[in-house]
């Protein structure tokens, strides 16, 4: 059975960091776009950054470019997502989802199929 698994959220002061963690389990990756998004409350769901399992291209939003890292391990099968210099407005519970894909390019607009449960990331001081 296909299931996600998010870990690493966390109460952290501005500024500081955090990594989460997306393990997958019953099934491999391979050709497969990873995408993390978040959502605070009373708002949208946003996508924050994604990668081709298979090439590891990736795509961040403008939010987070120069401060969170995609990036994953094959032995793992894991996606990591390193969140530097976090801001007041990061705060959401971030998400990990999937989708099978021929394209390397990810997209954080089209429609993932997997999900996980979800992690809260609270920043405050």
């Known amino acids: 059975q296909l299931q996600l698994v998010e870990s690493g959220g966390g109460l952290v002061q501005p500024g500081g960091s955090l990594k989460l963690s997306c393990a997958a389990s019953g099934f491999t990756l391979g050709s497969y776009h990873i995408g993390w998004f978040r959502q605070a409350p009373g708002k949208e769901r946003e996508g924050v950054s994604c990668?081709?399992?298979?090439?590891?291209?990736?795509y961040y939003a403008d939010s987070v470019k120069d401060r969170f890292t995609i990036s994953r391990d094959s032995a793992k099968n894991t996606v990591y997502l390193q969140m530097n210099n976090l801001k007041p407005e990061d705060t959401a519970v971030y998400y990990c989802a999937t989708k099978p894909s021929p394209f390397d390019l990810c997209s954080l607009t089209t429609r993932y199929d997997f999900w996980g449960q979800g992690t809260q990331v609270t920043v405050s001081s």
């Open positions: 990668v081709r399992w298979e090439s590891g291209s990736t």
